[in-house]
């Protein structure tokens, strides 16, 4: 089964400050990744996603994730932040062809004016 | 992009009631979906698999006569815990594979969620 590690569950950071979230997987085979944001009172939305090609992968809002199979990574960032941007963020990762996701713990994201 | 809807939003009950907690697919047909939990500050943990038509998928030490999942029509999905406690009380997440061609295979829609608290 696939495993989803997220560390710095809660950051703080001032507005125009660069951003890197990071993640790491554990999965011997093929994997789709995922970044989900929770904005507050908000569901769950796909801020970006990988599946093949490219490992830079752009999402919306100026966010990207870079995948990295070697270190089994697949970190978030945003060169600069906005107060908007404060939400809680998730990785999540699911083997190829299996819907089944599995989520990190999330990374709670306070960005002050 | 497609929307996924759950009700109700917040339910509070007397522990040994059951409570019922549906999720809808509004304005696409879902085979599956799934449900999860989410406790605070804790990741989204997978806890079963709905499909329509037969019986749900459900994870590793999950409780399949504790929570049990009714997937009714194609846009219709029910998880009802049955003869909650306190220890049930947490938050309730749907989420639904998006039509096809969509945003791709592999990609969910989720519900806003469902807080359940049992006194």
């Known amino acids: 089964a696939q495993s989803v590690s997220q560390h710095n569950h809660h950051v703080i950071l001032s507005e125009a400050a660069s951003l890197e979230l990071g993640c790491n997987y554990s999965?011997?085979?093929?994997?789709?990744l995922f970044w989900y944001v929770q904005y507050p009172g908000q569901h769950l939305q796909l801020l970006l996603k990988y599946f093949s090609g490219d490992p830079l992968v752009k999402g919306i809002k100026g966010f990207e994730a870079e995948f990295i199979k070697s270190k089994f990574s697949f970190n978030l960032r945003k060169p600069s932040v906005q107060w908007s941007d404060t939400a809680e963020y998730f990785c999540a990762v699911n083997a190829y062809g299996n819907n089944r996701l599995a989520f990190g713990k999330g990374n709670q994201v306070v960005v002050i004016p | 992009g497609a929307v996924v809807s759950q009700h109700p939003s917040r339910v509070i009950c007397k522990s040994g009631t059951s409570v019922k907690i549906e999720c809808r697919s509004l304005d696409f047909q879902a085979t599956t979906m799934f449900w999860y939990r989410q406790f605070p500050k804790q990741s989204l943990m997978l806890m079963a698999t709905s499909n329509e038509g037969s019986k749900a998928t459900y994870e590793q030490g999950v409780e399949k006569d504790k929570f049990l999942i009714n997937h009714a029509s194609l846009t219709l999905s029910t998880l009802t815990v049955t003869s909650a406690h306190p220890e049930d009380s947490s938050f309730y997440i749907c989420?639904?594979?998006?039509?096809?061609?969509?945003?791709?295979?592999?990609?969910?829609?989720f519900g806003p969620g469902t807080r359940l608290t049992v006194l």
């Open positions: 989420s639904a594979p998006p039509p096809l061609g969509g945003e791709g295979i592999d990609t969910q829609y």
């Open positions: 999965y011997g085979g093929t994997v789709n």
